[in-house]
């Protein structure tokens, strides 16, 4: 059986919308696009490389894997996320998209969302990782899907835009901390699990 791991940029007030770029996600007119840029240094880049070069998947949901397909798929330019992100396997969710997917090694899921990713999850080795996909990871949360999460919490406060942690996230949740990470730039990255209770 394998792992889900989210694996977000967010800021200090939650917000993970469009961390990468203005063209990444504009929707409700959000005006910050690309406010993760000035907070990238070696020490993220290596701390993230170490989790996107193990074994495993990528999971996806539809709007972030076009995002990502458009700005990876055909980079040449040396980035080692580049192969990453190409050589895995990349399942994505979604209920507009058709096969064939236009990335190589990518894979269609479809059909109720918790349902279809548990099985996923059963049936895969390894850790199926999520990158920013916010409307897969508030459904897989609420539904207890959720192993871990790698948090690059951004020194920051923007006071607008989609949070990570917002309308259907789950009520009550502990998280115990595993590791951390602090960057130049003051960025922390935190990994956790959900709280074993009982």
């Known amino acids: ?81 580049t192969e990453v992100l190409n050589r895995k396997t990349k399942y994505v969710v979604s209920g507009t998209l058709t096969e064939p997917l236009p990335w190589q090694n990518s894979v269609l899921v479809t059909g109720p969302v918790s349902d279809a990713v548990a099985k996923l999850k059963a049936d895969v080795a390894g850790a199926l990782v999520v990158l920013g996909s916010g409307m897969l990871v508030r459904s897989l949360a609420a539904a207890g899907l959720i192993d871990e999460y790698v948090l690059s919490i951004n020194p920051l406060v923007l006071g607008a835009g989609t949070k990570l942690f917002g309308d259907g996230a789950p009520a009550y949740r502990a998280m115990s901390l595993v590791d951390t990470a602090t960057t130049t730039t003051g960025v922390i990255i935190a990994r956790y699990r959900p709280a074993v209770t009982g």
Do not use: C
């Open 1 to 81: 059986m394998g792992e889900i791991v989210v694996v977000e940029q967010m800021t200090l007030d939650g917000v993970m919308q469009a961390p990468g770029s203005a063209e990444e996600d504009d929707r409700g007119d959000f005006p910050y696009g690309g406010w993760a840029g000035p907070y990238a240094d070696e020490v993220a880049a290596a701390t993230m490389g170490k989790g996107m070069g193990e074994d495993g998947a990528m999971l996806f949901g539809r709007r972030t894997y076009v995002s990502f397909h458009g700005a990876w798929a055909g980079q040449t330019d040396g980035n080692p996320y």
